[in-house]
């Protein structure tokens, strides 16, 4: 089986069972700048899970593409990605415990669909606490369809040993309890399914525990039953409907169908690997190179769809995230001897390998690159400069002691004496300010026969995450305040520009896709030649002169009809429920939106066009910043 025909399957599956299929969203929620990335297909479909009306009904599933940045240090071993798909399906309270578990029965192990061993599959269940009982309607679903296959399934028991017998596992809120996807929201009990695979290994018998730990269970699929919703003081209150939430993970259920033991061994990574190999002259084969290899494959693979949905390397938020996984890949680079800069050429593999299945990848495959070299130049010159430092370190080291520093390359010694190791401090200089990682720092040292202080360098380390624990505190919280505030200005500058661009170029111009960072505004609008720089400055000019005006923003609830007729514009026009709202701004702009918006136009500051280009053909883009 291919990735294709897997998200084909599960497509056709849910909809023979009369679910709408919805679009992948980006990587970056849109518009939402207090959540870092989209981690799972649930994130864009908050508000309905809330109980807003969902344009395209009560059942819906698509293929998300999902990032997710807490187990970036599990990266290398069999199954922990930063980047992967998410298949899901949603009831918007309409079914809910029975046909979720049936129907995840069925599409796994029917030979319609999936066709895999139901005596290969287990369960976890939630085992109840003080805010939700014990799910035992999902234990006696879950044996209703064990028992279809006449697999005896019961609970484990109170001495925790998972068997053949007893395959379904009761566990706690920390696993068995999921959302909300931030602070508060839609959340849950839920029934993970994992997949045996190595059954050559004999009988299964051991903790739940283990048997994860050691890699004999895979993970695959989970299905939350998301009828609570965490309140900000921490407690639970049932939401107004019951809804169903899951999500399969597409690469690890491609690893049990072609019975591999490990997602890098699929054809997800296949392709990137080779190329890294090439690169790199080594073996993946070679037991030292596969851990770097992996990390590479996936570092860089989320670092491009994480550029093609608009992040560009920063030091804050998104962009810092995307700095840390082309600096590690590329770190990695180094281990394994690649020569000269290869992130690019690694994002063109993953581009020819994902574009059938996201386009955006070989539209924004200009942009990708670029930032993925400058990125990789960048990091190359910091590590110069460090190691530059790193040299000076150990020459003055070598007067004060007498020690002869050579290089090992020379002097052919592969002991470090301890009498000459480092002060914690120079080494923690060259982490803070040259970005070496410590392990870096050890092995350049290494090579010139000496090492480091480690406790000293450890209290540097605890020193330094004290102090910037505290005041990433301060600054996330006002940070965030911040990013709210500031997309809700570039939100009102993208009405008023599209205003503005119907008015000089004509009436012809309408709203091809928008997206809001923190930083700027991007709006993609039907035009078909590049705009001259009068007509931009025209545009800004209007703009700029709608702020001057401090118009307030006014914002009516009405129909889809009554705004169609009001002249509203309407972009999406599938996408709004029954009731939209019209945000006007005097006699302007008037468009249909979900906001959020400045309340005046005041507010806006200074508007500046930075960037008019192609985007596809027909369709201009603009970037646009507020100072
Ligand atoms: N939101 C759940 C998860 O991420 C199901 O999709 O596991």
Redo the contacts with the bound molecule.
């Keep these: 089986m291919t990735s294709k025909e897997l998200r084909q399957k599960y497509l056709d599956f849910f909809k023979e069972k009369e679910h709408a299929i919805i679009p992948s969203a980006p990587v970056v929620p849109e518009n939402d700048p207090t959540v870092l990335f989209t981690?799972?297909?649930?994130h864009p479909l908050v508000p309905f899970l809330m109980g807003e009306k969902h344009p395209k009904g009560k059942r819906l599933a698509n293929v998300q593409k999902c990032v997710r940045t807490v187990d970036i240090d599990e990266v290398g071993d069999n199954r922990h990605l930063t980047f992967f798909e998410?298949l899901?399906n949603w009831s918007l309270g309409d079914y809910f415990k029975r046909e979720a578990i049936e129907w995840s029965f069925e599409f796994i192990t029917s030979e319609k669909w999936l066709g895999l061993d139901p005596r290969r599959l287990y369960v976890t269940v939630f085992e109840g606490d003080e805010d939700a009982v014990r799910d035992e309607e999902s234990i006696r679903i879950w044996q209703e369809q064990f028992a279809k296959v006449d697999i005896k399934a019961e609970p484990v028991g109170g001495d925790k040993i998972v068997t053949y017998e007893k395959r379904i596992v009761p566990l706690k809120k920390a696993d068995n309890w999921?959302?909300p996807a931030g602070e508060t929201g839609p959340c849950g009990p839920c029934t993970e399914m994992f997949y045996d695979v190595s059954p050559e290994l004999g009988e299964i018998k051991d903790t739940f525990e283990n048997l994860v730990k050691n890699f004999r269970l895979m993970e695959i699929w989970?299905d939350?039953f998301m009828e609570f919703n965490k309140k900000a003081d921490g407690t639970f209150s049932k939401m107004a409907q019951q809804n169903v939430?899951?999500?399969m993970g597409l690469e690890r259920t491609l690893v049990v169908m072609t019975g591999k033991d490990n997602v890098f061994d699929t054809e997800f990574f296949q392709p990137i690997i080779r190329k890294i190999e090439e690169l790199s002259g080594k073996n993946y084969d070679e037991e030292e190179s596969k851990v770097p290899m992996r990390i590479i494959a996936d570092h860089l693979k989320a670092a491009t769809f994480m550029v093609a949905d608009s992040v560009v390397p920063s030091n804050v938020e998104r962009g810092y995230v995307l700095r840390r996984l082309i600096r590690r890949a590329v770190r990695q680079g180094k281990i394994l001897g690649i020569e000269g800069a290869f992130a690019s050429k690694i994002a063109e593999v993953v581009i020819g390998e994902y574009k059938d299945a996201y386009p955006e990848l070989e539209k924004e495959k200009g942009e990708i690159i670029e930032e993925l070299d400058q990125e990789e130049v960048r990091f190359r010159q910091t590590l110069e400069k460090g190691l530059k430092k790193l040299k000076e370190i150990v020459k003055k080291k070598e007067k004060s002691s007498g020690f002869a520093a050579r290089h090992r390359k020379d002097f052919g010694s592969k002991s470090i004496d301890f009498n000459n190791l480092i002060s914690g401090k120079e080494a923690f200089d060259l982490y803070q300010t040259y970005g070496f990682p410590p392990e870096m720092i050890r092995e350049e040292l290494a090579n010139f026969g000496m090492g480091y202080h480690k406790n000293e360098f450890d209290e540097e380390m605890k020193k330094h995450q004290d102090l910037s624990r505290t005041v990433s505190a301060g600054m996330f919280k006002g940070g965030l305040a911040d990013a709210g505030e500031s997309a809700a200005r570039l939100h009102t500058a993208t009405h008023l520009l599209l205003a503005a661009l119907r008015k000089v170029l004509g009436e012809h111009v309408s709203q091809k896709g928008s997206n809001i960072t923190g930083e700027r505004l991007r709006l993609d609008f039907s035009h078909d030649k590049k705009m001259a720089p009068e007509e931009i400055l025209e545009a800004e000019k209007l703009v700029n002169a709608a702020i001057e005006k401090n118009i307030s923003v006014k914002c009516e609830e009405m129909t889809l009809d009554e705004a169609q007729k009001s002249g509203a514009l309407g972009v999406f026009g599938e996408k709004y429920g029954d009731k939209v709202k019209v945000y006007s701004i005097f006699d302007f702009s008037k468009e249909i939106c979900g906001g959020p918006h400045a309340n005046a136009t005041g507010e806006l500051g200074k508007f500046r066009i930075s960037k008019e280009e192609a985007s596809s053909a027909g369709v201009r883009r603009i970037k646009a910043v507020l100072e």
């Design positions: 981690t799972a297909g649930m998410m899901g999921w959302g989970n939350v939430d899951t999500g």
